[in-house]
């Protein structure tokens, strides 16, 4: 019933930019914590950015001053707008929205930074 479908990854230089989109249906993004994490090859997921329905925020050391999570309540839509990115940011992107007994999760967007 609940579904989260990401887009938006894709090559990038470094340097450059990209924004990550996650459209979910059968939940409300709004009313529950949302964000994304992030694996790299041969790593564990790791956290990168998290917002509250009271809209606080939360960054990863990593991404901070670099990335910027938002989301379009109209829309059901959380984004991830990544900035001067470098190839350590090279790893397969995730959102999630932590309902009340459980976390949903979407299927995945691969973002490559390279030269």
Do not use: H
């Not at 709004?30 to 564990?44: C, D, E, F, L, S």
């Not at 991404?63 to 989301?71: C, D, L, M, P």
């Not at 109209?74 to 459980?102: F, H, P, W």
């Amino acid at each position: 019933q609940v579904r989260l479908v990401e887009s938006g990854g894709g090559l990038v230089q470094p340097g450059g930019s990209l924004t990550l989109s996650c459209v979910a249906s059968g939940i409300i993004v709004v009313r529950n914590i949302m964000g994304w994490y992030r694996q790299a090859p041969g790593k564990g997921r790791e956290f990168v950015a998290s917002m509250t329905s009271g809209d606080r925020i939360n960054y990863a050391d990593s991404v901070k001053g670099r990335f910027t999570i938002s989301r379009d309540n109209a829309k059901n839509t959380e984004y991830l707008q990544m900035n001067s990115l470098k190839a350590e940011d090279t790893a397969v992107y995730y959102c999630y929205i932590r309902g009340l007994i459980q976390t949903y999760w979407g299927q995945g967007t691969q973002v490559t930074v390279s030269s």
